[in-house]
């Protein structure tokens, strides 16, 4: 592959053992394979305060938000995995999202979710793995800019989906994860110039 396309993986959660944490890693295995950059982050690395107007007014964008935001700057794709918290979208995401809108002195608005292409992916408990999140993640990222691709994943009853090593038992619902990986970093290679 002559451009190799950069993307950034998470898990819209914290948790320790997060089902979405393992299903990122496997989607970004499939880029990997398909040739792509992957750089894995846990956002529990990336610890932010609530987003507060007032807290950035005073202290300016914490160290943790700015770092993040740089990741996402020299990254061209982002493979997301994003837990659903009563039918909706983590906290946690939602507040790195908001922290990371945030533009410093000079740079322009929504700089790090600009011209990045996204894939979308969820593993929950219930019936219907994570799908109601998925929309809601999905229509902000693309209200700030981000192309996020029609090729999704949801694992339900993710208590019983992963083995001991992390990977799906159904080897079709792997192959798919994994495929996604691989689309994200087919479509970037062809965006890159």
């Not at 039918?87 to 995401?93: A, D, E, G």
């Not at 740079?107 to 894939?119: H, Q, R, S, T």
């Not at 019936?127 to 693309?142: F, K, P, Q």
Request: glycine share 6%.
């Amino acid at each position: 592959m002559t451009n190799t396309p950069k993307i950034l993986a998470f898990a819209g959660s914290t948790r320790e053992a997060s089902y979405n944490k393992k299903l990122v890693q496997i989607a970004a295995e499939g880029a990997r394979t398909a040739g792509a950059e992957v750089t894995y982050v846990d956002l529990r690395d990336f610890p932010m305060p609530l987003f507060d107007e007032d807290l950035e007014a005073k202290e300016g964008i914490p160290a943790n938000v700015k770092t993040f935001k740089q990741l996402m700057i020299t990254h061209q794709g982002l493979l997301i995995a994003a837990p659903e918290y009563n039918s909706s979208i983590t906290p946690i995401l939602k507040n790195t999202i908001d922290w990371a809108s945030r533009p410093e002195p000079g740079e322009p608005m929504l700089a790090c979710f600009k011209d990045k292409v996204a894939i979308l992916m969820s593993a929950s408990p219930g019936a219907l793995g994570g799908l109601r999140g998925l929309t809601h993640v999905r229509s902000i990222l693309s209200s700030i800019g981000v192309l996020v691709l029609p090729d999704q994943k949801a694992i339900p009853k993710a208590y019983e989906a992963f083995d001991v090593d992390g990977r799906l038992k159904d080897s079709i619902q792997q192959s798919a994860v994994e495929q996604l990986g691989s689309k994200l970093t087919t479509v970037l290679a062809k965006l890159i110039v």
